[in-house]
Each structure stands twice: as C-alpha cells, then as structure tokens.
C-alpha cells in the first residue's frame, strides 16, 4: 500500500490585517542585497492604496500577472528569463491573487534554481532542486493552491503540475482583509472550487480519515457561507479563506476527481478558467454526486448566478477527441472517483456525452 | 497587533500501516553512516511484535523512555549526554510515544546541535540552531504534541518549553492501528487534553478563525467518540488521531487557558500526569467554562472515569503558595482565557480556593 507523505507549507501567518506583517517576514530571508519580486494579480494594477502597502526595499519589484488565461509554461518560462536577464538571482518571490498567480508563483520560484523549461517538469517529482524563496498571498480563495503541492501549468502537450516536494510555499499569509475587494460572482466560482473539491475528496475512493477531517469541515463552511447566511460579511470572508485552505489539505492527501477530469478538457481545448469550467461541469455531475449537486444547484439559485451555456455546441468531432483524451489522461482523478475499475464505466462515449451537454 | 507565524511540521504522513513506510523515509534522512535513534515508549519494552517492527539499520539504536514523571530537562540532557558519548552525532531521532516521548523527542534533537542545559532554553525562541533530524510518531493522541511548537519541560525553576520555529518536527507519521495497545483508562485521559485544549481554545480571547475551524472540528470529533459512540473501534481511534492534531493545531494559533494554567502548578508540586491533571482541574472550571464542563461530565459518566480526589488536602500553605505562584506565571494562558484585565479577578485568594478542591 502507498501511503504519500505530504509536503507542508512552511510557515503560516494567518489574520484579518497580517499583511502588514510581510515586510518583518522577509527581512529575514533577504540575501545579498538581491531583490525581492511581488507577483500581483493585474486586477490591482489601478488600486494605488493597496499597491502602497506592498512593502518594497532596495531594487524589489512588482510585476502584474495577466491572468486572462490559464498560467501557462510559456508565461512562466518568460518570466523566469526576464527576472534572470534583469537580476541574475533574486531572493524570494511573493504571490499575491488567486490560484493562477500563487501557481505562477511557485513555478517561477522553482524554474530560478533548475534548468532548461517548466514543460520539462510537469509530472509528479521531476523538480530536481528547491527553488528560491516563496511566499503565498491568496487575494480570492477557493483553489487551495495556497497549500497544494503543485502548479497546475498548460503546456505544449498537456495541462498539469509541477508536483513536488519542492512545490509547496515556505510561508502563506491569509489576510481575510485581501479578499474584500473580489467581485462577487468572481468570488463564488472560486469558492465553489473549494465546495466541489470537498465533494471530490469525501466521495472517493482514496478519501482517509486525515482527508475526511478537512473535507467536512470546509465543506460545512462553504454550505455555511454559500447557503445558509443572509449575507455576505467580514465573518464570510474569514470562513471562506479557511476554508479554502481546508479544502486544499483535504485533497492534498486524497485526490479530485469527475469534475475536475472532465473540466481540464474544457479548460484545456478552450481556455476556459479553471472555477468557472469547474462549475459548467459539476452542474450535470448528479449521476456521479447527487447530493453535492443537488445543493449546489441550491448555491448556484441563492447567489443568483448564470451558468454559461452552449460552449461546445460548434466543436468539430476532433476537438471533441481533443477534450475526451486529456480527460482520460487523468488517470489518479479518475480512479479516486470510480475506483481501480474506472475503466470499465468511464470511456470515449461517455465523455462524449457528456462533453456534448456543455 | 502582532500575528504569530506559525511553523508547521515538514511532511505528514497519514494511515492505517503507515508506520512500515518509516524505513523509505528515513532512508533519505541517514547522514554519513550515522545512526537514527529511536526514543520508544517504556510502554513497549515487552511487545516483542511491536519492537520486531522497527525498521533498525547499522548502528541505529532503540532507548526506551521512561514516562513515570513528567518530561525533566535533566532527563533531557542526561539522553544528550549519553548519545554524544556513544555516537559523536546521530542522523536523527524517532520518537514514539505520547506527549512526554514527543516533547523528549524534540528537546533531545535540538539539544544535539545546542550547547548548555536544557533549561537555558526554557521560554520563547532563545533555541539557537536547528536540531538534528526529528520525526513524531504518537502511540497515543490526545496531546497535540505532534503539531506544536514547543516541548514541555520541568526544569529547576519552572515547567516551561522549549517554544521556537525549530522545535516542531521535521516529519510526522500519524498511524491509526498504534493506538490499539493504549489502555482504556490513559486512552480516555489523554483523549480529554485534546477535548480541555479544544473548550479552551474556542472560549480564549485569543480565537481567530484558522483556530476556530481546527477547535471546532476536534471538539466535534472528540465529541462523536467519547459522547455519541456506543462503543470504541477502527473508526474512533482513526477521528481521535486527527483530532488530536487539529486541536493542536488549534491551540498552537491561540493559547490554552484556565485548565492548564491551573494543572501546571499541581503537576510541578506533586508530578501529576498532564492529561489527568488536566481532568482534576477542569472538572472544577464550571464557573469558566460551563457548557464544557457539562459535556466533560457526560464523559466521564459514560465512559465510567474516577477522577482522582483528595489531592491537596494535606499540603501545607507553602507548597499551595508554589502552585499558585506556578500558575500566576502563566501569563498568556490566562490573557487568552479572561482578557487582557486577568489580574482584576485572577489573584491568589481564587487560585487557593480553587487548588483546594482537588
């Protein structure tokens, strides 16, 4: 039997106005005088105040990530270039935003420390050397890539990780505080990440009683959040960043499964951003997760959101086969969610089917 | 304000059998032929099965810990003494155990790289260097020793820890199936620390929501096994092992307050065991915590406990003067439990009267 040993972030900050905290933190990991690099969610570009509390020293430097598309290993191959052409080394890199630039974050770190291109690493334990210095900053929560040991990239040939034991961030700050600027319909794709991610972990096959404790305790606060407050508030804001962090420890130590399968296909021949394409796809999950989506239909009602509709209705056949095989690729999603015998059930006219009704 | 950065344990690993994986992972962990030692509960001595198990390699060593009394630091420095007499240096210790063998544990690893006593290091980051290799591996849960950051000592002039950013382990491996040899009775007491740490935490002036979600989920689980189960199996040794690490993980953002403010002071005068001290005290904390205590009181009905009585009737007013003055030393405990005004209704009339109950 295989039991994973998982990789936890360093050190972890967490409270409503932490932030102000990050220049103590990194005064001690500051090396020769090398520059830290703030990557920054573009979305803050025009927001002065905040971009003056990031605490810059020396030769730092903010660089805004475009995150219109899913990080790609060409985007982190050009930064990673850009930062060596403009300063050799460097002595950490801050992410702050959501999934996208906390992944971005932790690629480049590691690609500043091992050779040749982030393709080359996208797998499961190819890094070969720790990378530089790394901090993770959520400003939207729900990913749970604040915790993960991966960077989900796109690359040439497929979309996946850099999984390892050098991928997860020395230190996380969570600052509820960040979060009040996310616009609402942004925030519950996120959070429903969180939601469906919980639902993938307690209903597989490798779920574990280590799994299971954070999955039902994030899973009671999105419920929470999502469905049973009048509101949003501060408190909302807190449980949901919690949460996130819950729900990325639960499957850190199991798995995703059938939504996630089947969105890496959309996202993949699409673009289609990762909540987003999460959610066209849970929603005609209930074959596979009748309760979760049962209430997620419920969240979806309450916070009055519109699901895109007709996305695949002009695909050609090929790009059809496109979608269906890197879904099939996804073997450990696939298998944490059917069992060793996923193949039996799950095939080329399933997917097919099912890719058909997006 | 000041926001605490916790750091975490290194990895985790998580199942029923897990401990055969100790031997991979110490595999990546042995520097220069030196040996790995592994601190084992006294406990064991007789459990040739168990013993049999224990991946020895080379010159690695089995030392047996003698918990009769609460972790001293001269028993500390008497294990460094005798390691560095034998071996020079050791790749790393394995501590398995409770609480008193997991806090040994990491007191004699970084004693090995530290010089001095153990009790120069008694407080809030004065540990000046990195210890050699630790992994936690508990036998019974309840403590949280597993994920904090400090190991509790009893020292010449105070029962303090060795609280620093190197004291966590370096790894830990959590196994639900060593829990089956933990007698009822120690099973139960222990069980309550994690249950004491929980109440504590969740009615500490000091909660913020990361420990809110850990203390709810802990006391939830504590709850189900020793309140809601008809009787004792797999499933309840499995919740009690995470619960014990979440309510550690709980605390370790917070603080704990009255019980173990309180319980310090009887354990220093008359040695008495950190968990059942835990229960004499809190049994008499109606007045702080009053849901609590009812739910502790179902506990103990059901689980059919006598807590120990009698215990300080026939002290002299110089050793009450000792507890008391041991327990008024625990500042932050009893900030977190009253509030930043303690002093207006914690003073030595209350904690005599309270001692007195025991």
């Given amino acids: 039997m295989n039991f994973r040993n998982f990789k936890l972030p360093g050190f972890v900050t967490y409270g409503k106005g932490s932030f102000q905290k990050v220049d103590e933190i990194l ?34 430097q ?95 040939t497929r979309k996946l990780g850099m999984n390892s034991d050098f991928t997860p961030f020395d230190q996380i700050l969570l600052d509820p505080l960040l979060l009040k600027t996310v616009p609402e ?29 954070y999955g039902e305790k994030a899973l009671d606060l ?31 130590y199991s798995q995703v499964g059938v939504a996630h399968a089947v969105s890496y296909g959309l996202s993949y ?3 289609t951003k990762h909540g987003i394409g999460n959610c066209i796809v849970f929603d005609k999950l209930a074959h596979y997760y009748p309760d979760g989506v049962l209430k997620f239909k419920e969240m979806i009602s309450k916070n009055k959101i519109e699901i895109p509709k007709n996305l695949t209705q002009s695909l050609t056949e090929d790009q059809f086969n496109k979608m269906i095989s890197i879904s099939l690729g996804m073997e450990p999603l696939w298998e944490n969610a059917i069992g060793k015998n996923w193949k039996s059930t799950i095939d080329h006219k399933t997917l ?5 009704q997006f």
């Fill in 62 to 156: 903010v660089i805004f990530i475009d995150v219109t598309h899913e990080p790609k290993t060409t985007y982190v191959d050009e930064l990673k270039d850009s930062l060596t052409a403009q300063f050799g080394e460097v002595s950490g890199i801050v992410g702050i935003g959501g999934g996208s630039v906390l992944d971005i974050t932790k690629a480049v770190s590691l690609m500043m420390k091992n050779p040749g291109s982030s393709a080359d690493y996208q797998g499961w334990d190819l890094v070969k050397y720790a990378g530089v210095y790394k901090m993770g900053i959520p400003s939207i929560s729900g990913t749970g890539a604040e915790v993960s040991r991966t960077c989900v990239l796109t690359g040439p």
């Fill in 27 to 60: 005064s001690h990991k500051r090396v020769n005088n090398l520059p830290v690099i703030f990557f920054v969610d573009d979305f803050f570009k025009n927001n002065a105040n905040f971009l003056g509390t990031i605490p810059l020293r020396g030769n730092d």
């Fill in 222 to 252: 999105c419920e929470e959040i999502f469905l049973h407050k009048d509101e949003w508030d501060d408190d909302s804001d807190e449980k949901l960043m919690m949460a996130s962090y819950a729900g990325g420890m639960s499957i850190a």
């Fill in 352 to 356: 097919r089917e099912l890719y058909g």
């Fill in 185 to 213: 319909q942004q925030r519950f794709y996120t959070g429903m990440d969180c939601y469906i991610h919980c639902i993938e972990s307690l209903n597989g096959t490798y779920l574990n009683a280590f799994s299971r404790m």
């Fill in 269 to 271: 021949l699409l673009g």
